[in-house]
């Protein structure tokens, strides 16, 4: 079964504490790997679409990566403004498989 | 640049009434656009989508429903709400074969 796994579920980082986020899929023939970032009470944020192992994507204090199994969005030198739960989903067939997510906050 | 409109941003409705939210993308032609519903702590359950004007396919046998009476207008429906209809519905867009979608702000739905 198609399935994508977030972790972790919440994360407390203070502020300039880098770490990683972590996205595990399952899924036949790989088509594409969205993260997204989401502020209470609002619509999700497009940010990086991956599409092969091997490929970086990086956006000022975030960068995504991506393996065959997983992707990582890592989190440089954070600011309190960096908190919000990030999404993950990945392509199957004609619609998104999406994570759980993982609750950031950024402690100042 | 693309814009979508989500309206009402809160609602609250007794169980048993009617249901209508709407959603409007500016900016872009033939859309393929979807409504999602968030509950929390979960990943986005998606409930409908659409590829053209009076085209819905449907995800989850429920008590709700769609329509696209227009290339960038998407409805959401219900007859009856129940309890269990409470949640944060989204709709998104996506250009035609494209994977990335794009959300709108999302509406609050209690029902009571």
């Known amino acids: 079964e198609d399935q994508v796994t977030q972790s972790p579920e919440a994360l407390r980082l203070q502020e300039g504490e880098s770490s990683s986020l972590n996205c595990s899929y399952t899924v036949s023939g790989l088509r594409g790997l969205f993260w997204y970032r989401q502020d209470p009470g609002k619509g999700p944020e497009f940010l990086f679409t991956?599409?092969?192992?091997?490929e970086e994507k990086e956006k000022e204090r975030l960068k995504a990566t991506l393996t065959k199994k997983e992707s990582f969005l890592h989190i440089t030198a954070p600011k309190p403004e960096d908190s919000a739960t990030y999404l993950c989903a990945v392509v199957r067939a004609y619609q998104l498989i999406w994570g759980a997510g993982t609750k950031l906050i950024i402690k100042p | 640049s693309q814009t979508i409109h989500q309206w009402p941003a809160t609602l609250v409705q007794p169980v048993g009434s009617p249901l209508s939210l709407e959603c409007t993308v500016e900016?872009?032609?033939?859309?393929?656009l979807y409504w999602y519903r968030q509950a929390a702590g979960r990943g986005l359950q998606l409930l409908f989508y659409?590829?053209?004007?009076?085209?819905i396919s449907s995800e989850v046998p429920q008590n709700l429903s769609a329509s696209r009476p227009q290339d960038r207008q998407f409805i959401l429906s219900s007859k009856k709400l129940l309890l269990s209809d409470s949640g944060f519905y989204l709709c998104?867009?996506?250009?035609?074969?494209?994977?990335?979608?794009?959300f709108g702000p999302g509406t609050r739905l209690t029902v009571l």
């Open positions: 991956l599409y092969s192992a091997g």
């Open positions: 900016g872009t032609s033939n859309p393929n």
């Open positions: 659409s590829v053209g004007i009076g085209q």
């Open positions: 998104a867009w996506s250009v035609r074969g494209a994977n990335e979608q794009f």
